[in-house]
């Protein structure tokens, strides 16, 4: 049973088309987050959402949509793809404990090449 | 920025227990340490974490050292699958409730025969 999975896992595109990337976690948890991690393997978190609300959003071009249909599912929408787009993309969840939230979980990445 | 520093690269002989540093001299007192690990291609794994006592699970113990200033990962019989990068990280899970980890370059552990 796969806890957080995302599809596709690798994605081929041309510049200035637009892609989406889909996560969903079975874990129950309220807490869904997207990260990226570039060609020098840095992870930077980029959105994260708690019961379908966007709570951050660490200064990512507007290019970039994440949207949450259900607390489930954390989709990431991507206009006009650039070169610099090329990267992993880590979809993780997390509880929300006590008012704050626990341990992240990762999907496998989908590794997205812009050419 | 990440608030923790780390060796770039360790090596381990397998069998033998990996000792992972990390230093965290500006850790507040609400602030837990967090250890994930990255097996290459594969996302991030979670491994433990503490606030100040010294914890154990299945994967590893966690030594935090009484002035909380540093900290160190013990993976107690090291084997080839447990090479990856380590990312020890500090964070209040409760400031803001945003969640985020901020990840520095970790300490890549080759593992050898």
């Known amino acids: 049973d796969t806890a957080v999975s995302q599809t596709p896992k690798y994605l081929v595109t041309q510049m200035g088309n637009d892609k989406s990337i889909k996560c969903e976690q079975n874990?129950?948890?309220?807490?869904m987050y997207w990260y990226k991690q570039d060609s020098k393997k840095f992870l930077k978190i980029m959105f994260s959402?708690?019961?379908?609300?966007?709570?951050i959003n660490e200064t990512v071009p507007n290019r970039f949509s994440p949207k949450s249909p259900d607390k489930a599912h954390l989709n990431l929408h991507i206009n006009s793809l650039e070169l610099g787009d090329s990267a992993v993309y880590f979809c993780?969840?997390?509880?929300?404990?006590?008012?704050?939230?626990?341990?992240?979980?990762f999907g496998p990445g989908t590794r997205l090449t812009v050419l | 920025d990440a608030k923790t520093t780390q060796p770039t690269s360790m090596d381990c002989a397998e069998g033998r227990a990996a000792n992972l540093p990390c230093n965290h001299s500006?850790?507040?007192?609400?602030?837990?340490v967090y250890w994930y690990r990255q097996i290459h291609s594969q996302g991030p794994q979670y491994i433990i974490h503490g606030l100040k006592n010294n914890e154990t699970n299945e994967m590893a113990s966690l030594i935090i050292t009484e002035d909380r200033k540093s900290s160190t990962l013990i993976l107690p019989h090291a084997t080839l699958r447990d090479t990856a990068v380590y990312y020890c990280?500090?964070?209040?899970?409760?400031?803001?409730?945003?969640?985020?980890?901020?990840f520095g370059q970790g300490t890549t552990l080759q593992v050898k025969p």
């Open positions: 959402y708690n019961n379908k609300e966007l709570i």
């Open positions: 990280i500090v964070r209040n899970p409760y400031s803001g409730n945003t969640g985020k980890l901020i």
């Open positions: 500006t850790i507040s007192g609400n602030e837990y």
């Open positions: 993780a969840s997390s509880p929300w404990t006590s008012g704050g939230t626990d341990t992240q979980y």
């Open positions: 874990l129950g948890h309220d807490t």
